[in-house]
């Protein structure tokens, strides 16, 4: 199983991003697609997630700016950033808790979202 994004990149505050992540592989199901960051010298932390009923989870912080959406015929998630501010800057990593032969969580390459003031 692979999963690889893509859409990070340079932009100033107040500008949008679109990041995309597409799994592939011996994949039976997925259950849950979703987005996480890490920031220097912090956590990897939740920012959003979107499960295959469409149910969908965001952090406070990005609530109101930022929209989960998925394509389950494509296993792609993408996540559109607007209104980005110098504090989003981070690496951001998809994640999807998916099913192979057994369930399991696995991590795409992270993508770098720098946000300039």
């Known amino acids: 199983v692979q999963l690889q994004a893509s859409g990070g990149g340079l932009v100033q505050a107040g500008g949008s991003l679109r990041l995309s992540c597409t799994a592939s592989g011996n994949i039976l199901s997925i259950n849950v697609m979703g987005w996480y960051c890490q920031a220097p010298g912090k956590q990897r932390e939740l920012v959003a997630q979107?499960?295959?009923?469409?149910?969908?989870t965001y952090a406070d912080s990005v609530k109101g700016r930022f929209t989960i959406s998925r394509d389950n015929a494509k296993n792609t998630v993408n996540l559109q950033m607007n209104s980005l501010k110098p504090e989003d800057t981070a690496i951001y990593y998809c994640?999807?808790?998916?099913?192979?032969?057994?369930?399991?969580?696995?991590w795409g390459q992270g993508t770098l979202v720098t946000v300039s003031s």
């Open positions: 979107i499960t295959n009923d469409g149910t969908t």
């Open positions: 994640n999807a808790i998916l099913t192979t032969y057994y369930e399991g969580r696995y």
